[in-house]
């Protein structure tokens, strides 16, 4: 999609096959989205990261000028939590009003399956896969 495509509001987002990074159209080839641990207004090119940008569609949700608003509040905030507050809280938050995190809930349901696979390679190997994947969006 190209920025004409988007509306002020929009969730857009970015699937890196292993995880998808979220944030709000701003307008002006702009979003609003948590990176380097803080909500940033930052160029499309760089919330992109060289992948093709996602339109979300939820059946319910507020006014473009509310989701806007609601973003801009919370510009400069520095409380990434992967687990509790994570690009896709904000946004999901900013366009609903209720935070949530679907890939946290369907990770929930897949993670016994995971960690038995790595029982056997171990808990470390894991971890350290983990961190160098969020690498690359800057969250460690």
């Not at 809280?89 to 609903?96: A, D, K, L």
Request: a positive charge.
């Amino acid at each position: 999609m190209d920025s004409e495509d988007f509306k002020r509001g929009d969730h857009l987002y970015v699937d890196y096959g292993w995880c998808i990074h979220y944030g709000i159209y701003y307008g002006s080839r702009r979003v609003i989205h948590y990176s380097d641990g803080r909500i940033r207004n930052d160029s499309l090119h760089k919330f992109r990261c060289h992948k093709r940008i996602l339109i979300k569609k939820h059946p319910r949700c507020s006014s473009s000028k509310k989701v806007i608003s609601r973003a801009k509040k919370r510009l400069g905030e520095k409380q990434y939590n992967l687990i509790t507050n994570n690009c896709e809280h904000f946004t999901t938050w900013c366009r609903t009003g209720r935070g949530r995190c679907k890939q946290l809930e369907r990770l929930d349901k897949g993670l016994p399956k995971v960690m038995k696979h790595y029982r056997r390679e171990g808990t470390k190997l894991l971890i350290k896969e983990v961190r160098r994947a969020f690498k690359n969006l800057n969250y460690f």
